[in-house]
């Protein structure tokens, strides 16, 4: 039960957090520097995929989206019928919050809110903007990673 309320709670927040910068931040609008401009708010409306590729193929992008979300959640159920394995059900957490996130945005809105943009101290990453489901997304599969290979170091 903990696993599926750690989730609905990351949806939660990613959620609260685009519907909020949608009413203070202006769509496309100048960036507003936070945390000493280590990162800068900015509202985008992406219907493609990271970066905006594929925007033209919304539709196309949509579906692939719900069909990886159905996997995701799909492994999210599995990792819960296992005993232990605690980083595994984090990181499953994670994903399927993620995922949920902005394939709700994509479905209930046409596009997904992204309103956080790296500062310049990033270097070559300062122009991604993202959102919070992305970065469970992120560091969900590296979680996942994880587990998978101190799992099998374990067994070596």
């Not at 927040?13 to 000493?36: F, H, M, S």
């Not at 992120?138 to 290979?149: D, Y």
């Amino acid at each position: 039960m903990k696993w599926f309320l750690l989730a609905y709670f990351l949806f939660e927040v990613d959620n609260k957090t685009k519907r909020r910068a949608e009413e203070k931040l202006k769509k496309g609008g100048q960036p507003v520097p936070v945390l000493g401009g280590k990162f800068l708010l900015q509202r985008m409306s992406n219907k493609g995929m990271a970066g905006g590729t594929l925007s033209e193929k919304s539709d196309e992008i949509r579906k692939a989206s719900t069909a990886a979300a159905s996997i995701i959640g799909l492994n999210f159920l599995i990792e819960l019928t296992r005993k232990g394995r605690p980083l595994s059900k984090i990181a499953s957490s994670l994903l399927i919050a993620g995922a949920a996130g902005n394939l709700y945005d994509r479905w209930a809105r046409g596009s997904v809110t992204d309103f956080l943009r790296l500062g310049k101290r990033f270097g070559k990453l300062s122009g991604a903007v993202f959102n919070f489901a992305d970065t469970f997304i992120l560091s969900g599969g590296f979680m996942m990673i994880l587990s998978i290979l101190l799992k099998k170091g374990k067994k070596g």
